[in-house]
């Protein structure tokens, strides 16, 4: 594989080139204390700002003085312990997949009504758990503008590099600089995390890799170093550089999304993942994971559940709920899949 001048002006111009062009905080715990009828989730920092989204537009959608349940979400990061609704249990607040599963795993709906979920059901978790998809992303590599790597890395790079086979960029290609390459990977919860060393086949953390960055932040200082690489979801970079779906910390900062295997994960055109991407196996669907008996429960609380996330319901059914997720950078699902579920 060759760095060609042409690769790393491409790489360059959409440092440079990328506008935003709508503003909004992608930071946003609920305004008010939620009810204890209300669904509340926590968990995914890849999917939090699109839920804080909905939580805003569903609640828009069911009218003022409304006495359905509305629908709240918890960021990842920020002051913990947290109150997630009236008469709730204070717990830690849960950063990344892993952790909202496990929050959803032990508490009731009286504290947590879903978890956020950027990863599919894994072994680990509960099988009377329902993963409920409602969108697609992807997750590249991201590194800085002006550094060492490259615009194209192969599976097998990346593997080698995550696996600390391959420590230089020199040993990708003789042209390149032979200074350390500086794989970072982020916190033990993150879906990304789990999700792209799935991907590489990786189960073990070597000594190379430094870890626990959080995910989907390039204002991270320690991503700045140019010999600096990390996974990215594909979504959460759309949203942040072309959509104004980033603000404080959670911002691209000095990285630009990368290819692999000389697939560009962005159709910079269209402002979407693009479509070649989407058909790797870096593609992902994302989930709000729920409880199989409450998701099936035909009480008031099961109802609002499938309102909210069913096939039938405002996230798979509505136009304010679609936009949304093209300005957050995810692809709808198709009607059918949107709304299905899957239990590990």
Same mark, same amino acid.
């Given at each position: 594989?060759?760095?060609?001048?042409?690769?790393?002006?491409?790489?360059?111009?959409?440092? =440079?080139?990328?506008?935003?062009?709508?503003?909004?905080?992608?930071?946003?715990?609920?305004?008010?204390?939620?009810?204890?009828?209300?669904?509340?989730?926590?968990?995914?920092?890849?999917?939090?700002?699109?839920?804080?989204?909905?939580?805003?537009?569903?609640?828009?959608? @069911?009218?003022?003085?409304?006495?359905?349940?509305?629908?709240?979400?918890?960021?990842?990061?920020?002051?913990?312990?947290?109150?997630?609704?009236?008469?709730?249990?204070?717990?830690?607040?849960?950063?990344?997949?892993?952790?909202?599963?496990? /929050?959803?795993?032990?508490?009731?709906?009286? =504290?947590?009504? %879903?978890?956020?979920?950027?990863?599919?059901?894994?072994?680990?978790?509960?099988?009377?758990?329902?993963?409920?998809?409602?969108?697609?992303?992807?997750?590249?590599?991201?590194? +800085?503008?002006?550094?060492?790597?490259?615009?194209?890395?192969?599976?097998?790079?990346?593997?080698?590099? %995550?696996?600390?086979?391959?420590?230089?960029?020199?040993?990708?290609?003789?042209?390149?600089?032979?200074?350390?390459?500086? +794989?970072?990977?982020?916190?033990?919860?993150?879906?990304?995390?789990?999700?792209?060393?799935?991907?590489?086949?990786?189960?073990?953390?070597?000594?190379?890799?430094?870890?626990?960055?959080?995910?989907?932040?390039?204002?991270?200082?320690?991503?700045?170093? +140019?010999?600096? @690489?990390? +996974?990215?979801?594909?979504?959460?970079?759309?949203?942040?550089?072309?959509?104004?779906?980033?603000?404080?910390?959670?911002?691209?900062?000095?990285?630009?999304?990368?290819?692999?295997?000389?697939?560009?994960?962005?159709?910079?055109?269209?402002?979407?993942?693009?479509?070649?991407?989407?058909?790797?196996?870096?593609?992902?669907?994302?989930?709000?994971?729920?409880?199989?008996?409450?998701?099936?429960?035909?009480?008031?609380?099961?109802?609002?559940?499938?309102?909210?996330?069913?096939?039938?319901?405002?996230?798979?059914?509505?136009?304010?709920?679609?936009?949304?997720?093209?300005?957050?950078?995810?692809?709808?699902?198709?009607?059918? /899949?949107?709304?299905?579920?899957?239990?590990?």
């Amino acid at each position: 594989m060759r760095k060609t001048a042409a690769k790393l002006l491409t790489v360059a111009a959409l440092a =440079t080139s990328l506008v935003t062009v709508v503003s909004g905080s992608a930071l946003a715990d609920p305004t008010v204390t939620p009810a204890a009828q209300d669904i509340v989730g926590v968990g995914s920092d890849t999917t939090q700002a699109v839920l804080n989204q909905f939580s805003t537009d569903y609640n828009a959608y @069911l009218g003022a003085g409304s006495t359905q349940p509305h629908l709240y979400s918890w960021d990842a990061t920020g002051s913990s312990p947290i109150t997630t609704k009236t008469g709730a249990t204070s717990i830690a607040r849960p950063n990344g997949s892993g952790a909202g599963i496990s /929050a959803l795993k032990n508490n009731t709906s009286a =504290t947590v009504d %879903f978890a956020r979920s950027s990863r599919g059901p894994q072994s680990t978790d509960p099988n009377t758990f329902d993963f409920v998809a409602y969108a697609t992303d992807a997750v590249s590599w991201a590194a +800085p503008n002006n550094g060492d790597a490259p615009a194209d890395l192969t599976t097998q790079n990346l593997k080698d590099i %995550f696996n600390c086979n391959i420590t230089t960029w020199d040993q990708i290609d003789p042209s390149l600089p032979s200074n350390t390459i500086k +794989p970072y990977l982020p916190q033990a919860n993150s879906g990304t995390r789990s999700f792209f060393l799935s991907a590489l086949g990786i189960t073990t953390i070597k000594p190379c890799v430094t870890e626990g960055v959080q995910e989907n932040q390039g204002s991270d200082t320690a991503l700045s170093d +140019p010999d600096a @690489l990390v +996974p990215y979801s594909v979504a959460h970079y759309i949203g942040q550089v072309y959509y104004g779906r980033g603000s404080g910390s959670d911002v691209q900062g000095p990285l630009t999304i990368r290819s692999i295997d000389n697939t560009a994960p962005v159709d910079t055109t269209n402002k979407v993942i693009s479509s070649d991407f989407a058909a790797t196996s870096y593609a992902r669907t994302v989930y709000n994971v729920v409880r199989d008996a409450e998701w099936k429960a035909t009480d008031a609380h099961g109802a609002a559940l499938r309102n909210i996330f069913g096939t039938t319901g405002w996230v798979c059914t509505n136009a304010t709920a679609k936009a949304d997720l093209k300005s957050f950078g995810f692809l709808p699902l198709n009607a059918g /899949a949107c709304g299905s579920t899957i239990h590990s």
